[in-house]
């Protein structure tokens, strides 16, 4: 944010696109956790902020929320429906050999980078 703020025009405005958690998120609830685990796994994310630290982080940079949109409000299948039983044939591939191999390789690969 610090970068984001100090290339920032005066009066500029920022969009932020990314995947949160927010205040519906348990931790000690199994399935929320199994949910974004499955998340940042399939798309090799690191582990996921909430809401309320993406807003705390720009505001610590002198930056200031005004507007926001919570696209999990929407109404239809969540965004994450993928990632659920909902879609078994995806999981399947997530979860798959071939799918864990090709992840560990672009690890080696991104590490020796």
């Keep these: 944010m610090a ?6 025009k005066p009066s500029g405005l920022l969009l932020i696109y990314d995947l949160v958690t927010t205040s ?3 931790a ?3 399935r929320h956790r199994q949910l974004v685990e499955s998340l940042q796994y ?7 902020h ?8 720009a505001r610590e940079h002198r930056m200031h929320l ?3 949109i919570d696209l999990s409000e929407r109404t239809g299948s969540p965004f994450y429906a993928c ?4 879609s078994p044939m995806l999981m399947r591939l997530f979860e798959s ?3 864990n191999q090709l992840i560990r390789i672009a690890e080696a690969v991104s590490e020796g980078a």
């Design 83 to 86: 990632f659920t039983d909902a």
């Design 66 to 68: 005004i507007d926001r």
């Design 24 to 26: 519906k998120y348990d």
């Design 97 to 99: 050999t071939i799918c």
């Design 50 to 57: 909430t809401i309320d630290e993406l807003i705390e982080s």
């Design 28 to 30: 000690t609830n199994r």
């Design 42 to 48: 399939a798309c090799g994310m690191p582990q996921l």
């Design 3 to 8: 970068e984001v703020y100090r290339v920032l």
